[in-house]
């Protein structure tokens, strides 16, 4: 029965999320094939232990290695593809495919689905609201994912409640253990102890703990300190060798001149989408003749200003470090991910500014941009600068700190004001 659920299961949800990912096509279709073969290697493996007695926890994890395998893949290809317009597609499955690790979990594993299925909420939301207006296929799409997964957790609770069930009698293909039997132990640490001086010498131990509990008279056999050995009392006497050091060439090794991998710079256009990549210490980047579907990416640049020009879908900041970046009008998003002390300021308008993973972002609006909508998460020190009309600038801060109350109907969460 077990089998077969999760047989519908891939036969109908995951049928559907399959084909509306192909009708948006691009690397959407290719993230839903290896979702697609991720959950074929999982249908796989519970037919096994539908038919098998519970192997080993090591023999287990080797049978899991498809689908392991699957879920690694469907991860990278959301990093190989960050300047993709659907880099929010893809990030949503990426966060929340680990669901399919419910069968190493106990002896809840059904949360543990909905708690994956969570993680990837963040991605979800930002798809609806950039692509409800424009495509349907992409709100199906959310929630055709959102089905599967929920889905999944059904199954997971009422056919494996406290775990995977291995209900069947034969081996799972366990390996024999190697001929010769087990090893032989190690050597003791203490090969000998029957130099010890002190106590029975026909008991080692015995002779070890008669030494350790002699109390004071333990240093009766130490030797003195004269005042005529004291360093601070006998000047002469701090005259003497250096200590002993180990020099790098005759260790053969040199970790102050170690290098460090610097990667090239990168400033390229790729049909749509401009990269600029692994740049440090350049204040002239800049992007002319942008179109209005074209996407920038800034990533992994270090005390740099990229100016951009035109009007933009959108742009991606990240992980970069003391950087800065001064576009005209934005029409999707403008999004910092895994920075550090970043600036942005918007000489046009911007209708949505995303945070995630980012301490210290300040953000300079102008009078057209002042509708934007913040979006932030796991992020700290992020100031938003309002012009005041007369040159300067308002500064407000993010908050950072909520509180939140438990009743019996639910979560009330509310803004922590700073007061320093």
């Not at 036969?11 to 279709?29: H, R």
């Amino acid at each position: 029965m077990s089998v077969q659920a999760y047989n519908d299961i891939v036969q109908n949800q995951l049928s559907i999320f399959v084909a509306i990912s192909n009708q948006i096509g691009g690397e959407v279709a290719q993230q839903a094939k290896l979702v697609n073969d991720a959950f074929q290697a999982q249908l796989s493996f519970i037919n096994l232990a539908a038919q098998s007695a519970a192997p080993s926890a090591d023999y287990q994890m080797k049978l899991l290695k498809p689908t392991s395998e699957k879920i690694e893949a469907i991860q990278s290809l959301r990093e190989k593809n960050r300047a993709s317009v659907y880099f929010n597609h893809l990030s949503a499955i990426s966060e929340s495919i680990p669901a399919l690790g419910w069968v190493a979990v106990s002896p809840t594993p059904a949360p543990y689905v909905k708690e994956m299925n969570d993680a990837g909420q963040f991605y979800s939301n930002r798809v609806l609201k950039e692509w409800k207006e424009k495509d349907k296929k992409h709100v199906d799409w959310v929630r055709s994912w959102s089905d599967l997964l929920s889905e999944l957790q059904k199954f997971v609770k009422q056919y494996h409640t406290t775990g995977l069930v291995w209900s069947g009698t034969k081996s799972a293909g366990v390996p024999p253990p190697p001929p010769g039997g087990m090893p032989p132990p190690p050597p003791p640490l203490i090969d000998d102890l029957n130099d010890l001086s002190v106590g029975d010498k026909s008991d080692d131990r015995s002779a070890l703990f008669a030494a350790i509990n002699q109390g004071e008279n333990i240093t009766r056999s130490l030797k003195k300190v004269t005042p005529d050995m004291q360093t601070h009392k006998n000047p002469n006497l701090r005259s003497g060798p250096a200590p002993f050091k180990t020099s790098a060439a005759a260790t053969g090794t040199n970790y102050a001149t170690k290098p460090v991998v610097q990667k090239p710079p990168v400033f390229q256009r790729d049909g749509k989408k401009w990269i600029i990549e692994h740049y440090k210490d350049n204040h002239g980047l800049l992007v002319e003749d942008a179109e209005m579907n074209n996407v920038v990416y800034l990533f992994s640049c270090t005390n740099c200003t990229l100016t951009v020009k035109g009007k933009i879908n959108s742009i991606f900041i990240d992980s970069c470090r003391k950087s800065s970046i001064v576009f005209d009008t934005v029409v999707s998003s403008a999004e910092f991910v895994n920075c550090q002390s970043v600036q942005m300021q918007v000489l046009g308008n911007v209708p949505t500014i995303s945070i995630d993973k980012t301490d210290g972002c300040q953000m300079y609006l102008n009078e057209k941009s002042l509708g934007v909508e913040i979006v932030s998460s796991k992020s700290s020190e992020m100031n938003v600068m309002v012009p005041k009309g007369n040159g300067d600038y308002s500064e407000f801060p993010i908050p950072e700190q909520y509180k939140t109350t438990v009743s019996p109907t639910g979560l009330k969460t509310f803004v922590v004001e700073s007061k320093g």
